[in-house]
């Protein structure tokens, strides 16, 4: 957490979200409760040769309860499911849309839509 004039203050994360490494994270309140959540993306397809490829992402979104805590969902709970080699996340959001854009590499567009 950003405590302003350089001070940072650290907090742990679920388990869940170190299963593979991230590439882009995307904060705001996602399910409506005025709390920010977290939604993470992720995997390293293309690697070097002596490392292993990091494919064990699927996407994870992490509810907050306003206290620094986060509540990890499991894919089935939250419907949200970006397996591949996913590298940006973007909020797209206009009067009747809510939608969250995946960008993977060398791959298609994944597209959500958000119900609150």
């Known amino acids: 957490e950003n405590k302003g004039n350089g001070r940072f203050e650290l907090y742990d994360l679920p388990l869940e979200a170190q299963f593979s490494n991230i590439n882009d994270i995307m904060i ?3 399910n409506g409760d005025d709390n920010l959540d ?3 993306i992720g995997n390293l397809f293309v690697s070097e040769i002596e490392t292993t ?8 979104i992490l509810l907050g309860d306003g206290m620094n805590n986060f509540k990890p969902l499991t894919n089935i709970e939250s419907g949200f499911f970006a397996r ?3 590298k940006n996340v ?6 009747n849309n809510n939608l969250i854009l995946i960008a993977n590499n060398n791959n ?4 959500f839509q958000l119900h609150k």
């Open 28 to 30: 705001e309140d996602i």
């Open 90 to 95: 973007k909020r797209l959001k206009d009067k």
């Open 84 to 86: 591949g080699d996913a």
């Open 53 to 60: 490829r990091n494919d064990a992402g699927k996407g994870l």
């Open 38 to 40: 977290i939604l993470i």
């Open 108 to 111: 298609v567009l994944q597209v």
